[in-house]
């Protein structure tokens, strides 16, 4: 027996994926679906044949279609690469049809609570959903945590840096010896480095943090909501409805003073500045910019990484998880590491 796979978004991470996956005998891609394609070959793609087949396929993408399709080929595992809400949507029906489901998008896990209850209420013992690269890419955070809630332990605190962008800013902009960068400098090479969305505004409003922060607060037990969330926005106001990207990066040097004061304040004390998120099962869960001591694990980050640290009853000294955050190719082994968990339940591995 194989596990077949169905991947829609076959984009960056999607393609690196198919080539993670190719190297498994018992894994066989049967469909890949773009937003304007689809093909579905239960014979199987390769990583040399997908991109021929789907882009002379004659199938406009439709994802009820490929359903139908696929549920005729189980044990079968949905695979979305996409950010989208209405491909999220779709997650409970695949459950109901015996579909399993992995993903690293985002919308299905911290929009709306009612989808996030349906998602979970549609698995059963033989239908799973994974979703460990929402947050952290591959690194083992969200497996982590399940750990420690499933086997009774009590989450007092989450707290981590959970955007490889903020983090290679701030890792870079604030630091306990190292003279002062300008902060739109250090921008301006995030961005020229393909650190940051095409509009660094994209990151620095908080929400991608905010939605991470949202899904683990839910995997802790926690009702959070995006909606009800604490997030500072550290884009400057008078930056946030700015046309173009362009139009922003060519303004945000007049709010280098601004920046520059903030960093001063936290050097004053021995401190550097982080955009951190913050989960708390008293309700004081935010994303906010805070300030930590040069002692802190937080100030002593490097590059892009994301760090995360549990503090629990059994770990009041935080238990921390530290690495690549971000990046096609740990994103792809994140979801690689999904889809192996379930291969192993149905005794397709040891």
Known sequence: MVLNLAIIGPGLVGSE????????????????????????????????????????????????????????SKPCVVIDCTSSDSVAAMYPSWLKQGLH????????????????????ASTTAQTKVY????????????STLKDLVET???????????????????????????????????VSVAKERGYTEPDPRDDLNGMDVARKVVILGRVA?????????????????????VATAESFMDQLPTFDDHFAKLNQEAAKEGKVLRYVGLVDPK???????????????????TGSDNIIAFTTKRFPSPLIIQGAGAGAAVTAFGMFSDVLKIARNLGLVG
């Open 283 to 301: 309700g004081n869960s935010s994303v906010k910019l805070l300030k930590y001591p040069a002692s802190h694990p937080f100030a002593s980050l």
């Open 131 to 142: 979703h460990e690269s929402t947050v952290g890419a591959g690194l083992p955070i969200l």
């Open 152 to 186: 009774g332990d009590e989450i007092e605190r989450i707290e981590g840096i959970f955007s490889g962008t903020l983090s290679y800013i701030f890792n870079n902009f604030s630091t306990v010896s190292a003279p002062a960068t300008k902060f739109s400098e250090v």
């Open 221 to 241: 037990g926690i009702d959070l909501d995006l909606s009800t969330l604490n997030v500072e926005n550290i884009v400057p106001e008078k930056l946030r409805d």
């Open 101 to 120: 489901v992995v993903t690293p998008n985002k919308k299905g896990f911290s929009g709306s609570l009612g989808l996030w209850k349906d998602i979970y």
């Open 17 to 72: 994926f198919i080539t993670q996956v190719s190297r498994s005998p018992f894994l066989r891609i049967v469909a890949v679906a773009n937003s304007k394609q689809m093909v579905y070959n239960p014979a199987g793609l390769t990583k040399e044949t997908w991109t021929t087949e789907l882009s002379k396929s004659s199938a406009k993408s439709d994802l009820d279609a490929l359903t139908r399709q696929v549920a005729a």
